[in-house]
């Protein structure tokens, strides 16, 4: 059987994506420049058996989300920045209780209803604290259609595998640009399902990690097992717990496990010359326009472009690898948030340079090549 | 006496971590007992919960459960029951968490008329931080944070729910037990939503601060205050005030939300469940 191909918006291809992960339940709220998610949901799910519910508001719906993951049916959302502000308190209840399930943000500009429904990149930081209180975070950016569709089934794995939220974060206009994009051949997508625990239920413990060092798996309401989802601090069966010890255990092992499977969760594109005089490094929209610098050069040196799929677990030894000792440029469409992570990453002297651009509009190619060009080459 | 109920009860978590006088120990009961009678399992269960004294409700049951955030406990409830209809959906709130706070939820899972049984602990009061009121305190009374009486109405959490469209909304009191494990067992057979209200105490906070310091001054307040709708409906307007009527006090066969989304999938040529 043949590869199946489509002419597609980035959004569009998100819910294919989930599509072909096995999702089967939808819940959001219409917000530009997200909702062709949730109009292609409501057109798809039930047609494969599925279930999509337009909630009363974003709170509503990550949390049936959660309630939906639990019972046993891979779950997601669609939202843009306003609407994400509303999902932080629900999405830490998936954090806490440690449910799979995939938030899309396709990011516009702020701060609040901001230049609606401008493109932008400013929810970063954000996608990374927005829940209270110690907290990690799994974040994937597309860059391109097929980023969307690819992403956006690599983020249901991951959270099937960690047993944690992940987030994809598009933008404006990644999420309503149309591309070429290959599904793949069918059957031959093979994604993550919840397996068996392997344990009684008398023995199973919600909130351990099994042999392979990942959470034990997550069986659905409703079968032999009982499942306490707790939002309160817990020992590990999920009954809650008030004991320090006990509270800081589990809080640092639902950190450790999204910290320690950076590699896993790692995920980027090396595009251009392999000894750069400077390294771009973008994520999403603004990757395309530095793509387009990487292909044509710029005067004065050679170019390289680390294109970031993966933003959160910050992958610190990736940057530290590829940049070598050239000047790294981070191109973002905000006032400067994943630069922070880059400067912290290289250090102070590192020369590390912060391009930004918050007034709704794409960073152009000819902008940034001057100014690599006339200040940092 | 049958013991069946004992199932679905964590005794071994006792003693219940609310203040004596406290309503909700004999709703977790009655609700224990309405789940042995329509004979359901635990394991079949999702009880939701959200935050406040009858958020912590879920303590207590040997039932699968969602422990969620203050107000939302009937969203995760609906995403739930959306992906499953063949659970037992419950959401225990007290007036905080349904009322107040979560009060858009209430209205949508009503009007949805999704097959959840919200069974909620009003006590007038947020009990857990210490006795402020809430959306269903009564005009006039004193809390902590209405210390020269409430400058607000309370709603009457029936008639929203009526308007928003419930299929089936009762309303009893801890004093009431008969009519409440009736009116339990009334809302766990609905297949749509169902709202039991049950008036509760809370001497310590709001009977203290309004003449009612015991628990049984409480129970003697709601043995005064509740009635049977036929009852209720002949008494003069002036005796009307400060009482109401219990039992279940509205019905409809309004089709569910999973029976009308099962047409869709058909019609979508999707697999019906």
Known sequence: ?377 | MNRGYRKYILEEKFPLFWCPGCGNGIIIAALARALDKRGVSPNEIVTTTGIGCFGKADDYLATNSIHGTHGRALAFASGVKGANPDLTVLALMGDGDCATIGGNHFLHAARRNIGVTAIVSNNLNYGMTGGQYSATTPAGVVTSTSVYGNPEEGFDLCDVAIAAGASLVARSTVYHVGVLDRVLDEALKNPGFSLVEVMSSCPVHYGRRNRMPSAVDMMNHWKRSGMPESRFRDLPADEKEGRFPIGVLHRTDREDFSSRYASIQEEAGGVRR
């Open chain 1, 1 to 377: 059987m043949s590869e199946r191909r489509s002419f597609i918006q980035g959004n569009e291809a998100i819910l294919e994506g989930a599509l072909a992960a096995g999702a089967r339940y939808f819940a959001g709220y219409p917000i530009t420049p997200s909702s062709e998610i949730a109009e292609r949901a409501a057109r798809r799910l039930p047609a494969v058996g599925g279930v999509y519910m337009q909630m009363e508001d974003e709170l509503a719906s990550m949390a049936a989300i959660v309630g939906a993951s639990l019972a046993g049916v891979k779950s997601f959302t669609a939202t843009s920045g306003p609407g994400l502000s509303l999902m932080m308190e629900n999405l830490g209840v998936a954090i806490m209780a440690e449910v799979p399930c995939v938030i899309v943000d396709v990011q516009r500009s702020g701060p609040s209803t901001g230049l609606a429904t401008k493109p932008a990149q400013a929810d970063v930081m954000m996608a990374r604290w927005g829940p209270h209180g110690d907290h990690s975070a799994i974040v994937l950016a597309p860059s391109s259609v097929q980023e969307c569709f690819d992403l956006t089934i690599r983020a249901f794995d991951i959270a099937e595998e960690l047993r944690h939220p992940v987030l994809v974060l598009s933008d404006a206009i990644v999420g309503h640009m149309r591309e070429d994009v290959l599904f793949g051949v069918p059957g031959e997508v093979t994604p993550v399902t919840r397996r068996d625990p392997g344990v009684t239920p008398s023995e199973y413990v919600m909130h351990s990690d099994g042999p392979d060092g990942l959470p034990v798996p997550l069986p659905p309401f409703g079968s032999d097992y009982i499942v306490r989802a707790n939002s309160s601090a817990h020992d590990e069966t999920g009954y809650p717990s008030a004991d320090p010890a006990t509270a800081a255990a589990n809080i640092r092992r639902l950190h450790d496990k999204v910290e320690g499977s950076v590699d896993r969760i790692t995920d980027y594109e090396y595009i251009g010359s392999d000894a750069p005089d400077l390294v771009l490094l973008a994520y999403g929209a603004t990757a395309r326009t530095a793509e387009q610098i990487a292909i044509d050069g710029v005067r004065g040196g050679e170019v390289a472009l680390v294109k970031l799929r993966s933003l959160w677990p910050f992958p610190e030894e990736l940057i530290r690898r590829v940049v070598g000792s050239a000047p790294v440029v981070v191109p973002e469409m905000n006032l400067g948030q994943l630069v922070r992570e880059v400067e912290r990453t290289l250090g102070p002297d590192y020369p590390c340079y912060a391009f930004n651009r918050s007034d709704g509009q794409p960073i152009e190619p000819d902008e940034l090549r001057s100014f690599i060009e006339e200040v940092v080459l």
